[in-house]
């Protein structure tokens, strides 16, 4: 069985930074687009971020650019997602995502490019 668990989320103040992992287990995902995901309450799940199968491409989306960073071990099947300067609007769950195909290319930012999910972890960012 494949999962992805997140861990790290939490309760933090606005202008403060939380670091996010996902390890994935049941199967590797090293030839594997990564993804970081959000969803916050009556909203739709957005893209965050994504990290190459390769390793070395990273890709953001405009409203976390300069913030958060995502980089990933692939030794130990883990993804993770370092969010500096959180703001209220960050406030979500947050999910792990690992691309349905493995060495694909182009552009991997809709949920629908993903088939393996974790549960979430939710960050609150507080005035």
């Known amino acids: 069985q494949v999962t992805l668990v997140e861990s790290g989320g939490g309760l933090v103040q606005a202008g403060g930074s939380l670091r996010l992992s996902c390890t994935a287990s049941g199967r590797t995902f090293s030839t594997h687009n990564m993804a970081w995901f959000r969803e916050a309450p009556g909203k739709e799940r957005e893209f965050v971020a994504v990290i190459r199968w390769s390793g070395g491409d990273t890709y953001y989306a405009d409203f976390v650019k300069g913030r958060f960073t995502i980089s990933r071990d692939t030794a130990k099947n883990t993804v993770h997602l370092e969010m500096n300067d959180l703001k209220r609007d960050d406030t979500a769950v947050y999910y792990c995502?690992?691309?349905?195909?493995?060495?694909?290319?182009?552009?991997?930012?809709?949920?629908?490019?993903?088939?393996?999910w974790g549960q979430g972890t939710q960050v609150t960012v507080s005035s």
């Open positions: 995502a690992a691309d349905l195909r493995p060495m694909r290319m182009g552009a991997v930012t809709t949920a629908n490019d993903y088939g393996y």
